[in-house]
């Protein structure tokens, strides 16, 4: 099975942020996944008669058991040597770096952690992305392809780029990325934009199968949409495995001040203003670390509203921080708080989580139902009484030494296991080609 993803920017262009590690993150897998497959057939065929004898029986495409040099095949499919060449990864994006380009000449093809990724110039910046090489290339290319997954809206390469493979005859597989939320449409997107989601842009998805990573997004979808099949599975998150007991042991620091820390992007939609504005009202002490980057205009008026409600002394702004030093962070705080107007899935709260550090985060976060369900923090409606009562709730249980930071983090471990998510996006991807979906 040959794959294409087709993103407006990839990695190293970390600036974008979440989307950019969840399509990284699931590509890397999904090669490592189709490796794994090739090496443990390649262990057992040990000579060339018992390699035709493997090769003529019925496997799964994608399932292979190799226990103490025995094999267990799955669903009914032919196995043979031209099938393992078939399961590929690549990515089409731009040189997107922000207001910069990533230094690679148009059309240079990167491996990027093992995934084959082109890189194409784009005459447009943010958020057009207007990419014609990109264009050119998928449409010499497409045959060559199974399905083509594309991630994110309103921008031109994937818009653009939905629009050839629907004319390649393509199957196509669609995640928003959070793109396409209810909250955007409505508050986000101009008239020019609904006129076009309406006699263009929803034509054209519903020619796609969608994929959602939570339960609020695939509400979204069905609201704006109405597609002909959805798939809803989790974002694989990066998650640093080697760190696991060093993460616990960072919260054996205990002390009378609640310590707070928020850690993404910093724009409006996140509710930075509403959590100063709750945390001006509380009656205890509080830190807050503030960890992101964003526009140094709408920052200025953070810190300016921070001092006019007199909590600038408990902030601490500590800009990006690498992966090593997030994951630090995390398991040095007691609370994480996202109190955002919408996330289609929030990887951060899994890898707060995973520092065993409980979660405040508003019923607009993608991730809320999870968060609830396995009691792992607390979801407040995004308003001010309620995010109150839910801190003060939150301050109490830590204050009382109550948070089992172990089960957090096993719970996650348990949930979000890389090798169990991958094999649901190839079942999705099966059954997308089949026509199942």
């Known amino acids: 099975m040959k794959i294409l993803h ?56 994608s399932i292979r058991e190799v226990q103490n040099g025995r094999y267990n095949f799955g669903i009914e499919g032919t196995f043979n040597t031209k099938l393992l060449t078939l399961n590929s990864i690549k990515v089409y994006t731009t040189l997107a770096n922000g207001a910069e380009e990533l230094p690679y000449p148009s059309g240079t093809v990167q491996s990027i952690d093992g995934v084959e990724v082109h890189y194409f110039k784009r005459w447009t910046k943010d958020h057009s992305h207007f990419s014609p090489a990109l264009f050119w290339k998928l449409w010499k290319t497409a045959k060559e392809f199974d399905i083509i997954h594309i991630h994110a809206w309103w921008n031109l390469v994937s818009i653009f780029s939905c629009l050839i493979a629907v004319m390649k005859g393509k199957k196509i597989v669609f995640t928003p990325r959070g793109t396409l939320s209810t909250y955007s449409f409505n508050n986000r997107t101009s008239a020019a934009k609904k006129l076009f989601h309406q006699y ?68 409006q939609k996140k509710g930075l203003e509403l959590l100063f504005i709750v945390l001006s009202k509380t009656v205890y002490p509080f830190h807050l670390q503030i960890a992101g980057t964003g526009e140094a205009d709408y920052i200025s008026e953070l810190k300016q509203l921070s001092n006019q409600l007199g909590i600038a002394q408990h902030l601490s702004w500590l800009g990006m921080l690498n992966k090593e030093e997030k994951f630090l962070q995390l398991a040095a705080n007691d609370l994480f708080v996202l109190p955002s107007y919408d996330e289609n899935f929030a990887n951060v709260v899994i890898e707060s989580l995973f520092s065993g550090t409980p979660v405040l985060i508003t019923e607009n976060v993608g991730l809320s139902d999870y968060v609830l369900e396995k009691d792992l923090g607390w979801v407040c409606e995004r308003a001010e009484e309620d995010l109150l009562e839910k801190l003060n709730k939150a301050y109490n249980k830590i204050s009382r030494q109550k948070i089992d930071s172990k089960r957090i983090q096993d719970t996650v471990i348990e949930d979000f296991k890389e090798d169990k998510l991958v094999e649901r996006y190839w079942e999705m991807y099966r059954e997308v080609l089949s026509g199942k979906l």
């Open 200 to 267: 263009i842009g929803k034509p054209l998805l519903k020619k796609c199968h969608i994929h959602t990573t939570s339960k609020r997004e695939e509400m979204d979808m069905q609201i704006l949409l109405n597609p002909k099949g959805i798939t809803t599975i989790s974002n694989l998150v990066e998650l640093p495995w080697e760190q696991v007991d060093t993460l616990l042991q960072r919260h054996q620091d205990v002390n009378g001040s609640l310590k707070i820390i928020f850690l993404s992007r910093i724009e």
């Open 6 to 61: 087709i993103i407006a920017s990839y990695k190293p262009a970390y600036i974008y942020g979440g989307p950019i590690m969840s399509v990284a993150k699931l590509c890397q897998e999904l090669v490592k996944s189709a490796k794994w497959k090739v090496e443990s057939k390649t262990q057992i065929a040990r000579s060339k008669e018992r390699e035709e004898e493997i090769l003529n029986q019925p496997v799964s495409n």
